[in-house]
């Protein structure tokens, strides 16, 4: 826990209800520079305005949020906060093989939120959305209660060929980029969304169906695959959920499966793909590291099996509630 | 207060925790009916996806929430809440003379919430959605602290011509569809966003500026008219507002410009249309009553100058911090 990353602060001069809603809109503009559109197309009306074009192909939506307390504490500093809740958002959209475009974000801040943290917030956003060309134009802020700051983000992006979940078939082999577990350590805020590997699988026809590692592999590979068996061989385990078992007495593969908020893509792919042939297409393109993790071996009910008896306790992964 | 309109219960098994998280979703999916489209168009990947047609014009999108104990308390029934959502969004995208298309959901929730009170909540949502042709096609949701309810709401929508504000010129008259002032009796959640209306204007090229009175036209007027003096003749102040007068003391008149959450329509009209022919093309098509409240004077600064000696004081409309 670091006090300088704690989002509160007794000094009123320095708090979101001093500066007020006004003066706090115009700094939100500044603080996201080149990242919000003037005009129309940016902050200040009713709605953002976007200019359609004549493109054919698929919007995408996805809206996610992050809260103190719950998605990150004073361990986090705001920079990251801010990239967390960007990141995460894009994460979506790579999952799909998008290019993420536009985004609106939703404060809920109490009067004593400190307006340096926000600002280290906002840059941390910011940061995050120059990287992968998003702007953000607009968005909403509102006063809660004592302790609570959340911000909501929606993100809208566009696909030629989006990606779904569950259109594996039997026979397909199940891959994953970078490394699984961990998260809690850095990663769930210090993560790089794979946005460039997901409109290169995308635009692959043997790829069949894609999602992002976010609530653990316990609960996204089920979602990956729908009602098949799947045998898998291996999994790329950090060296984080190592860590983390150590300490928790937990298996470094639980914390691979359990953790979530990996951030990493998971596909499958067509078996009449040569595997060997694609990881070496894949290293022409990307150094992440991309993992077989196994094959799709029935039709029915989703069900794991592991070639090593040992990793047999497969996890739910996160729910919320 | 109403106890049954407590979005909180103490009985475990009506709590959302118990439901717990994919039971939630799949009860959110069948609450919202048909407003939530099949497969990959709603509920259920990482993103919503969205078929683009050929379509030229503008995409809008907007964003805003509901907490408890902040835009609602124990007074409002949960459709209540629910409709206030959608239809504050929905007035969004009516300012700019759009056509509100799709949204997506994201909720902050106590262990606690009541799924009965959660239920009620989304069949209001949708039931708003129903009437102006909203889908709801996806969100999030996430564990929040106790007592927390809060939702945020991303709509997308789309207008050939959308109407900005800010854009008024001197001679242009201003009006103002219904009545102002007392939302907090009731109609800050029973108000019907002026959609039809807001396209109807959008239409007439005459029409220069528009903009919904949500934070009181005390804030709203400035931002439609921007730096020009304007002129008031006259206020279509609400039976709400009177009540609230007697209550509190002030005028009838401060509580029609400071309330807020009016969610009418303010608009400027060309100089070169005559009112009362503008009036009866409007009655020939819309029930809903419309004031010309004045005339836009001169350019400089915002200013206001009342007809009415009495009514000189001009308030700010409602700051959030």
Same mark, same amino acid.
């Given at each position: 826990?670091?006090?300088?990353?704690?989002?509160?602060?007794?000094?009123?001069?320095?708090?979101?209800?001093? %500066?007020?809603?006004?003066?706090?809109?115009?700094?939100?503009?500044?603080w996201?520079?080149?990242?919000?559109?003037? *005009? =129309?197309?940016?902050? +200040?009306?009713?709605?953002?305005?976007?200019?359609?074009?004549?493109?054919?192909g698929?919007?995408?939506?996805?809206?996610? +949020?992050?809260?103190? *307390?719950?998605?990150? #504490? #004073?361990?986090?500093?705001?920079?990251?906060?801010?990239?967390?809740?960007?990141?995460?958002?894009?994460? !979506?959209?790579?999952?799909?093989?998008?290019?993420?475009?536009?985004?609106v974000?939703?404060?809920?801040?109490?009067?004593?939120?400190?307006?340096?943290?926000?600002?280290?917030?906002?840059?941390?956003?910011? +940061?995050?959305a120059?990287?992968?060309?998003v702007?953000?134009?607009?968005? #909403?802020?509102?006063?809660?209660?004592?302790?609570?700051f959340?911000? !909501?983000?929606?993100?809208?992006?566009?696909?030629e060929?989006?990606?779904?979940?569950?259109?594996?078939? %039997?026979?397909?082999s199940i891959?994953?980029?970078?490394?699984?577990?961990?998260?809690?350590?850095a990663?769930?805020?210090?993560?790089?969304?794979?946005?460039?590997?997901?409109?290169?699988?995308a635009?692959?026809?043997?790829?069949?169906?894609?999602?992002?590692?976010?609530?653990?592999? +316990?609960?996204d590979?089920?979602?990956?695959? *729908?009602?098949h068996?799947?045998?898998?061989?291996?999994?790329?385990?950090?060296?984080?959920?190592?860590?983390?078992? =150590?300490?928790?007495?937990?298996s470094?593969v639980?914390? =691979?499966?359990n !953790?979530?908020?990996?951030?990493?893509?998971?596909?499958?792919?067509?078996?009449? %793909?040569?595997?060997?042939?694609?990881?070496?297409?894949?290293?022409?393109?990307?150094?992440?590291?991309?993992?077989?993790?196994?094959?799709?071996?029935?039709?029915?009910?989703?069900?794991?099996?592991?070639?090593?008896?040992?990793d047999q306790?497969?996890?739910?992964g996160?729910?919320?509630?």
């Open positions: 826990m670091n006090p300088q990353h704690h989002p509160f602060t007794s000094v009123a001069e320095r708090q979101v209800e001093t %500066v007020g809603e006004s003066e706090l809109i115009s700094r939100f503009r500044s996201l520079g080149d990242t919000c559109p003037d *005009g =129309a197309y940016g902050i +200040g009306d009713d709605c953002a305005i976007q200019l359609l074009s004549r493109a054919e698929y919007g995408l939506t996805t809206m996610d +949020g992050v809260g103190y *307390g719950i998605h990150f #504490d #004073d361990g986090v500093p705001p920079e990251g906060v801010g990239r967390k809740l960007m990141g995460r958002n894009i994460s !979506d959209i790579a999952a799909m093989g998008g290019q993420p475009e536009r985004a974000v939703s404060l809920w801040l109490a009067p004593d939120v400190s307006v340096a943290w926000l600002e280290s917030f906002y840059r941390g956003m910011a +940061g995050m120059r990287e992968f060309g702007e953000i134009v607009g968005g #909403d802020v509102a006063r809660a209660g004592r302790g609570v959340i911000a !909501d983000l929606c993100l809208q992006g566009f696909a060929r989006p990606l779904q979940r569950a259109k594996s078939c %039997v026979g397909d891959w994953v980029t970078g490394e699984l577990g961990g998260s809690l350590l990663k769930h805020y210090q993560f790089t969304p794979r946005v460039w590997e997901g409109q290169w699988l635009a692959q026809p043997d790829v069949h169906a894609m999602i992002d590692v976010s609530d653990g592999l +316990g609960k590979l089920p979602a990956l695959v *729908g009602a068996t799947v045998r898998i061989r291996t999994l790329p385990v950090s060296d984080a959920a190592g860590i983390c078992a =150590a300490k928790s007495g937990r470094s639980h914390h =691979a499966l !953790d979530g908020e990996d951030f990493e893509l998971a596909f499958t792919l067509s078996a009449s %793909v040569e595997k060997e042939r694609f990881l070496q297409m894949w290293r022409d393109r990307f150094q992440t590291r991309l993992t077989c993790m196994g094959e799709v071996t029935s039709r029915g009910v989703f069900a794991v099996e592991f070639e090593d008896e040992e306790t497969w996890g739910k996160y729910e919320h509630f």
